[in-house]
């Protein structure tokens, strides 16, 4: 088995990463949530750190042979607290999900009240779905936006939180294109003596690069998934007040998971460290200007721009509303020629989540490919032709043509 590479050991196998690499290289990736990291990600999650057990923290484990796993992950801190102007940082978390999970155990009980962005309006799963942990745990009263302008209805979320004194209130979103006011949040929860947490799990690397504002230093709470904006491996980071540090720390382990992914910490490192150089606060500005310029260009063709525009990576299209397609059609046709996209609800949606009105998209991975705002326009029309041509297999046929040969023009990092 030794020295014996995947392609000659199992042929299979290798064969289905060779399919993946063509998909992401012949593709356009607009799923808001997926990015491309290095190859020096890569590497680092492929290393041998992969054979660890470390359970437990830097210093105080419970297996032996540690002292190098220790000086991985003390890297990956030091780096995500300079990243973040965090006082705490806990870098194991698996992912998102489960770090949220970490969140509420360490800070709030079984059955206690939560304030969440309503998960039709743009939250995430892990703050309040009925058959999500969160949901099925904790009793979860969302808030949701202005019906007028789509945004957060911050007099509202005031008033319900006056009423109900939830434990903590949740700022965060996988489907919202503005910007959050974390002082207000802040300054509510105070009012009412709230623990304050934010989920920037698809901002984080805007954050980072320094073109959102950084919830970090105000709140007493983050959590962040490392894969998405941030452009890191799968994983998730919690950063806290040193006051909440301990409780934190014992949620994540032994509380919610055991032994580390060292390997994911290691690279994770790697991915901090790409971000605090001066070419990744480029490249976040890069992936908001696309993003603006690819909403105005689907504007100009037609298509509603939930609240009208976006300040991050994201945004929502109201298909149904613009042009009758709905968001379930638009997948299957934007999946034929090769764009990937993701069916979404919007807000106060009058149709089902499998089959919604809207789609989202987002620009963190063409951008990470280098396109700009000139090629936004080819993106949209694009896209606008599959729509239009959505039930005509032939012409859809000879638009994936060119979409691949458009995506060919744009190197997928770690990839040949
Ligand atoms: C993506 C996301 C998560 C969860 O991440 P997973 O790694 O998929 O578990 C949590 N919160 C928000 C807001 C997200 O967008």
Known sequence: MDNINILKQDPILANIIKLEEKRQKEGLEL???????????LEAMGSVLANKYSE????KRYYGGNEIIDQAENLAIERAKKLFDAEHVNVQPLSGSPANLAVYMALIKP??????????QGGHLSHGHPLNFSGLLYSIIPYVLDRETELIDMDELEKIAIIEKPKMIIAGFSAYSRNLDWKRFKKIADRVGAITFADIAHIAGLIAGKQIDNPV??????????????????GAIIMCKEQFAKAIDRAVFPGVQG????????AKAVAFGEALM?????????????SQ????????????????????????????????????????????VGISINKNMIPFDLRRPMDPSGIRLGTPAITTRGMKEKHMKIVAELIHKTLMSRDNDFILKNIKKEVIEFSLNFPVPGII
């Open 31 to 41: 799923i808001a949530s997926e990015n491309y990291v290095s190859s020096a990600v």
């Open 259 to 266: 032994g580390p992914h060292d390997h994911i910490t290691a």
């Open 278 to 290: 001066p070419s990744f606060a480029e490249y976040s500005s890069q992936v908001i200007k696309n």
């Open 111 to 120: 059955g206690d009240k939560v304030l969440g962005l309503s998960l039709d």
């Open 293 to 336: 310029e690819l909403a105005k260009q689907m504007q100009s063709l037609e298509y509603r721009i939930v609240s009208g525009g976006t300040d991050n990576h994201l945004f929502m299209v109201d298909l149904f509303g613009s042009k009758k397609i709905t968001g379930k059609e638009a997948e299957h046709a934007l999946d034929f």
């Open 56 to 59: 437990g923290y830097s210093g």
């Open 217 to 234: 230093p105000i709140f007493d709470v983050v959590s962040t998934t490392t894969h998405k904006t941030l452009r890191g491996p799968r």
